[in-house]
């Protein structure tokens, strides 16, 4: 079965920084991209960053550009998301998701970052 | 940056009547492979999303037949031809063709 399971959220102070995890699991995860989507309370969905499987293709949203930085470590089938300058616009459930037939599936449980002082 | 724009943002229905739900990409969404990079997801109440019709019309792994996708190009349409207990939540669309992937806004879909 596959498995995404996050961590690594919790409560910050604006401009402060966090780090969120991703372990994956049932599947070949050096063989994957990945991706970063997030979730504010009661608003939809929205994609944050793509690494492909060697992790030398990255993408980033606008809104992110320039203060997180998505990295992975294939060898402990692992994604990670450095978030740095945090601001309460930031707060959100981050999702680990894997691209699979032109698709994001599956999806983790999240882990819940909230920036506030 | 391509603009998913989906339509209504909020159907009520009736369990066991059906259902159907638009969206609009800003540009065309057919890769030169003959693929739509087009999904549908569904969002139930404190769940994570999940897949539900990929490519534009193929149905996820388990997901019941009631539900269809179809469209090319722009314009795309899920459909739910009897709308069951399970299936009421939040609806959104999504393209994968090129970075930044972008969601349509959330169609929710309540019991009327």
Known sequence: EVQLVESGGGLVQPGGSLRLSCVASGFTFSSNAMNWVRQAPGKGLEWVSYIGSSGSDIYYADSV?????????????????????????????????????GAFDPWGQGTMVTVSS | ??????????????????????????????????????????????????????????????????????????????????????????????QVLQPPYTFGQGTKLEIK
């Open chain 2, 1 to 94: 940056d391509i603009v998913m724009t989906q339509s209504p943002l909020s159907l009520p229905v009736t369990p066991g009547e059906p259902a159907s739900i638009s969206c609009r990409s800003s540009q065309s969404l057919l890769h030169s492979n003959g693929y739509n990079y087009f999904d549908w997801y569904l969002q139930k109440p404190g769940q994570s999303p999940q897949l539900l019709i990929y490519l534009g019309s193929y149905r996820a792994s388990g997901v019941p037949d009631r539900f269809s996708g179809s469209g090319s190009g722009k314009d795309f349409t899920l459909k739910i031809s009897r709308v069951e207990p399970e299936d009421f939540g939040v609806y959104y669309c999504m």
């Open chain 1, 65 to 101: 550009k320039g203060r997180f930085i998505v990295s992975r470590d294939n060898a402990k089938n692992s994604l990670y998301l450095q978030m740095n300058s945090l601001t309460a616009e930031d707060t959100a459930v981050y999702y680990c998701v894997r691209p699979y037939n």
